[in-house]
């Protein structure tokens, strides 16, 4: 089963490397990692929230004090 793995690790490495030095390889593999790198700047971009915000400003309702129509609550009671 190792001789196997072996193998299989060796030939996927000796395809990654054609590929990398191919004509055109390098520029793909270029652009791919450009791609990881525009990734790795948004991600760690503090100007982009984590978790969008997917809420709509136009259908949320905002409660005011004045505005809370609820049942009334009793006054509280001194000790």
């Known amino acids: 089963m190792r001789a196997l793995t072996s193998a299989l690790t060796a030939g996927l ?3 990654a490397l054609q590929a990398i030095v191919s004509r055109g390889g ?3 593999v270029g652009q791919a990692f450009a791609g990881l790198q525009s990734v790795i700047n948004r991600a760690l971009d503090p100007t982009v929230p ?4 997917r809420r709509t400003t136009t259908s949320t309702p905002t409660v005011t004090p004045s ?3 609820g049942p009334s609550l009793p006054a ?3 000790a």
Do not use: Y
């Not at 984590?50 to 915000?53: C, I």
């Open 13 to 15: 490495g000796l395809i």
């Open 76 to 78: 509280p009671v001194s």
């Open 67 to 69: 505005s809370f129509t």
């Open 50 to 53: 984590a978790v969008p915000d």
């Open 26 to 28: 390098s520029g793909r």
